[in-house]
């Protein structure tokens, strides 16, 4: 099976230059060069780990795939109902990425730069890979072939990485249904109104329908409201492990501090903003 995620690599390069292009042609300032080198960097440490997790993640599904439910053929039923399952799935585990601190731990790499251009999409947390596959292996115990789970969410993955610009505008009726680089505009402000907003990966339809939608209206302000080191890829990478390990290394029962871990991150961020 061919995997879209590696094969795609030459796209993420030719869409990056091409709009480097316009960037400097029109002197639109999309880019800022150390902020787009870290990207780079945080990119190439999740691919060059990704290769070994790709293998993990298709073990652990094929393995959960000996106990499914039903025996679903690879219809083109079966395979819309996949494919509307997985972006069901990257709703959830993209959601719990904003609400929840030990994965924002890992999601706020993504949202730390203050710009928005093709770097960005690919600027991730490498540790995020660990878990990431265990939300979608619930789908092989319902009967989705592994290939077919590892096939969508790769391919939607490049879909994904090209809503990151800021040189397509809306797009009509299509704002309507899917995920656009309008809406993940949103989803990467730092407005008041705009944080976590449009969670979808390749639909906006679960965002309508779980209350979770906004529209681009006023220029989002791109990054998260609190300051982020990002003179380095490590201190990126770490900071805010760094940072939530602290604390729960301060509070000192056992409930409480697994409560921390799960608790959401906007309360943190308003107790330093208070205090």
């Known amino acids: 099976m061919l995997d879209v995620g590696y094969i ?9 230059l091409l709009e480097v292009f316009i960037n400097q042609k029109e002197s639109l300032l999309l880019y800022e060069r ?15 780990f990704g290769i070994l997790l ?20 690879n219809t083109i039923w079966v395979c819309i109902a996949a494919l509307f399952a997985c972006d069901l799935v990257f709703y959830i585990f993209h959601a719990l990425g904003h609400v929840c601190r030990i994965f924002w731990a890992n999601h706020i790499v993504h949202h730390s730069s203050k710009y928005y251009n093709y770097t960005v999409g690919i600027r991730n947390h490498f540790m ?12 092989c115990l319902i009967g989705f072939n592994p290939f077919l789970i590892i096939f969508i969410d790769n391919s939607t993955s490049l879909y994904q990485f090209l809503l990151h610009t800021q040189l397509i505008g809306k797009l009509g009726p299509l704002e309507w249904i899917l995920n656009t680089p309008s ?11 705009y ?23 006023e220029k989002p ?42 608790s959401n991150p906007c309360n943190s961020q308003a107790e330093k903003t208070n205090g």
């Open 128 to 139: 995020h890979l660990t878990y990431r596959f265990l939300f979608w292996s619930p789908l």
């Open 34 to 48: 150390n902020d787009s080198l870290m990207n780079l960097l945080t990119g190439l440490g999740m691919l060059l």
């Open 54 to 73: 790709k293998f993990v993640a298709l073990f652990f599904f094929q393995w959960v795939y000996q106990f499914r439910i039903f025996e679903l053929e």
């Open 183 to 193: 809406h993940h505009r949103v989803h990467h402000g730092s407005n008041k109104q």
């Open 221 to 262: 302000v791109y990054g998260i409201t609190t300051e982020v080191d990002n003179r380095s890829p490590v201190k990126i990478v770490f900071q805010e492990y760094t940072e939530l390990f602290r604390e729960v290394k301060k509070t000192n029962a056992f409930f409480p501090k697994v409560k921390l871990l799960f």
């Open 195 to 217: 944080i976590d907003k449009n969670f979808g990966g390749l639909f906006i339809i679960y965002d309508k329908l779980f209350g979770t939608f906004c529209e681009e209206q």
């Open 8 to 16: 795609s690599i030459p796209v993420f390069i030719l869409v990056m």
